[in-house]
């Protein structure tokens, strides 16, 4: 099993569940009523040891690019493949989490319905989490149309496509000055780059790492570096002058030129290491990776208990946050282990 695998990008898999587990479990400490700012300390101390987590997505994404693109399979067998992986387990957990907020909140049995029937609109029950899997199913629905281009596509046009994508990573802090630019208005939701915006410029970078090869380590260091300082040093300086979440997030949103940068250098620390698969560790850390879907899918009411759990004894952000994220990893990860080992398990943890 693991043989043939890429422990590098095992690691980077299992370093992104870990990190979406942490970003999460900050959220209890800085997001108040009505999407309000809490400002104070704790709020602080978050700038500083969660921004690092929002390469988290952006990490996945980039690993996805990495081992899918270009497509190798027939159209059919390539979907077939890979909505029986996502999709199952996705509408398994709608329902999953439907039944737990029924549990929890006290809600009917007809809202547990509504939730369910929710699952084409958005979101299946409102469980912010799942915005990833409408975006992963969006990429995956490319992936026939881009393949054919970037089999034939040189280093020159695929360092173009990403040139123009980068630029793309700069419009929410040009917003700020110029509200709408390059074609935007309010009847236009097709802008000058808008076919270069978005998760498709990490799922092609991604590639384009394989392809090609990763920047240097002290390219790497650099970037990673400087992109934190950006996206920690931003979030911070604007905790006391910002009213909601969405605007003390600009730092924080995942198509940034900060966020880029961290998430690239990142990929490219963590990928050319060569580790040693005959280990023990090596093992285990294939495992995590191999049922990181079902853990990301899982583990919100895990983290909801142990935040019950460990909030009134642990209020420091800086404490509380990665006790809570690290007993959430390693709890859903034992919890999807023994849900592996059940009939059928691909259908609910994938």
């Given at each position: 099993m693991i043989?043939?695998?890429?422990?590098?990008?095992?690691?980077?898999?299992?370093?992104?569940?870990?990190?979406v587990m942490q970003?999460?479990?900050?959220?209890?400490?800085?997001?108040?009523?009505?999407?309000?700012?809490?400002?104070?300390?704790?709020?602080f101390w978050i700038g500083i040891i969660t921004s690092l987590c929002r390469t988290s997505v952006p990490l996945f994404v980039m690993l996805s690019g990495f081992l899918l693109l270009p497509m190798?399979?027939?159209?059919?067998?390539?979907?077939?493949?890979?909505?029986?992986?996502?999709?199952?387990?996705?509408?398994?957990?709608?329902?999953?989490?439907?039944?737990?907020?029924?549990a929890?909140?006290?809600?009917?049995?007809?809202?547990?319905?509504?939730?369910?029937?929710?699952?084409?609109?958005?979101?299946?029950?409102?469980i912010g989490h799942l915005w990833y899997i409408y975006m992963l199913i969006g990429l995956y629905l490319v992936v026939p149309i881009i393949s054919p281009w970037l089999e034939r596509a040189g280093k020159r046009e695929l360092e173009g496509y990403?040139?123009?994508?980068?630029?793309?990573?700069?419009?929410?802090?040009?917003?700020?000055?110029?509200?709408e630019v390059l074609g935007e208005a309010f009847w236009?939701?097709?802008?000058?780059?808008?076919?270069?915006?978005?998760?498709?410029?990490y799922f092609i970078l991604g590639y384009y790492l394989r392809r090609y090869g990763y920047p240097s380590a002290?390219?790497?260091?650099?970037?990673?570096?400087?992109?934190?300082?950006?996206?920690?040093?931003?979030?911070?300086?604007r905790i006391d002058t910002v009213a909601t979440i969405p605007e003390l997030e600009l730092s924080w949103r995942f198509c940034t030129?900060?966020?880029l940068m961290m998430s690239l250098g990142l990929f490219s620390l963590i990928g050319r290491l060569k580790l040693n698969g005959q280990s023990r560790g090596a093992q285990l850390l294939t495992d995590i990776s191999v049922k990181s879907y079902g853990m990301y899918l899982a583990h919100i009411i895990v983290l909801n208990f142990y935040y019950d759990l460990i909030h009134p004894f642990a209020q420091a952000a800086c404490i509380a946050i990665p006790l809570i994220a690290v007993c959430t990893f390693v709890t859903v990860y034992l919890l999807v282990k023994v849900i592996a080992w059940l009939p059928k398990s691909k259908y609910i943890i994938g």
């Open positions: 043989k043939n695998r890429n422990l590098s990008l095992d690691l980077l898999r299992v370093i992104a569940c870990y990190l970003q999460h479990a900050s959220e209890y400490y800085y997001i108040g009523d009505q999407l309000s700012v809490v400002t104070g300390s704790n709020t190798q399979d027939s159209i059919s067998r390539f979907f077939r493949k890979r909505f029986t992986r996502i999709v199952y387990p996705f509408v398994v957990w709608c329902v999953i989490y439907a039944i737990y907020f029924m929890t909140r006290g809600e009917s049995v007809g809202d547990l319905a509504l939730h369910i029937l929710h699952i084409p609109v958005n979101f299946g029950c409102e990403l040139a123009l994508w980068t630029l793309t990573t700069f419009l929410p802090y040009i917003h700020l000055a110029y509200p236009n939701d097709t802008p000058l780059l808008y076919y270069f915006t978005g998760f498709i410029g002290l390219l790497s260091w650099v970037l990673l570096v400087a992109g934190y300082a950006v996206t920690a040093g931003l979030f911070c300086a030129v900060n966020v």
